[in-house]
């Protein structure tokens, strides 16, 4: 059974420029989680979205956003980029809230 | 690959030997406990769970242990091998995984 999806595995954007995200969870799947990684920072948590809702958020300004499709997909976009900005993108899907969740290999977004 | 953090501390540990990987966690209202792996230019791999109505639980090669006292959490990982080196991280959720609080990591290297 394919794993999580993310598409595209690199990015490179310019300071003030939006960029979209994408990620398809494992067939079945109905919870998508986002998270930031950064050296500094290390993992953390942006969103949750399930059944098309957002459940949770993590304490990201307002240029963070996200939404999922009926089919599970998820798209997270960050609008005005930062230098900041730069890390690596990973979501995880969940068949339920009490079951483990699978992460992706992650979009590795830099901003110059 | 991407460095998944430069300033990690790093467990250094000969190929055969049991490996004791250490986290301290923050929220005393979470009850769910996670050990992830991540490999260089990878997302982040389950390996293990503990729920907080339990103290132990064992899978292949891996025991976790939960002391909800001191909220610590260890994982150990028994005749470790050269394919355990890896980047390993605790995250904690409350109520399920759907927003996961992770710690900060620990660089596990094996030599042969």
């Known amino acids: 059974k394919a794993g999580v999806t993310q598409t595209p595995r690199y990015l490179i954007k310019t300071r003030g420029q939006q960029v979209t995200l994408s990620c398809s969870p494992i067939?079945?799947?109905?919870?998508v989680s986002w998270y930031q990684q950064t050296p500094g920072q290390g993992l953390q948590f942006l969103f949750e979205?399930?059944?098309?809702?957002?459940?949770n958020k993590g304490n990201f300004p307002g240029r963070f956003s996200g939404r999922q499709f009926s089919n599970s997909r998820s798209e997270m976009n960050v609008s005005t980029l930062e230098l900041g900005d730069s890390a690596l993108y990973l979501c995880?899907?969940?068949?339920?809230?009490?079951?483990?969740?699978?992460f992706g290999q992650g979009t590795r977004l830099t901003v110059v | 690959g991407e460095s998944v953090g430069l300033h990690l501390p790093t467990l250094s540990v000969q190929e055969g030997d049991n490996s004791i990987i250490n986290c301290a966690y923050s929220?005393?209202?979470?009850?769910?406990f996670i050990w992830y792996k991540q490999e260089s230019g990878k997302g982040p791999q389950f390996i293990i769970d503990?729920?907080?109505?339990?103290d132990k639980r064992q899978g292949q090669r891996v025991t976790v242990l939960l002391n909800k006292t001191v909220k610590h959490l260890s994982l150990q990982i028994a005749a470790t091998q050269p394919g355990d080196s890896a980047v390993y991280f605790c995250?904690?959720?409350?109520?399920?995984?759907?927003?996961?609080?992770f710690g900060a990591g620990t660089r596990l290297a094996v030599h042969p």
């Open positions: 979205y399930f059944s098309e809702t957002q459940r």
């Open positions: 503990i729920r907080s109505n339990m």
């Open positions: 995880a899907s969940s068949l339920r809230q009490d079951s483990e969740a699978f």
């Open positions: 929220n005393s209202a979470s009850d769910y």
């Open positions: 995250a904690e959720g409350s109520g399920g995984y759907n927003k996961l609080i």
């Open positions: 067939s079945g799947h109905r919870s």
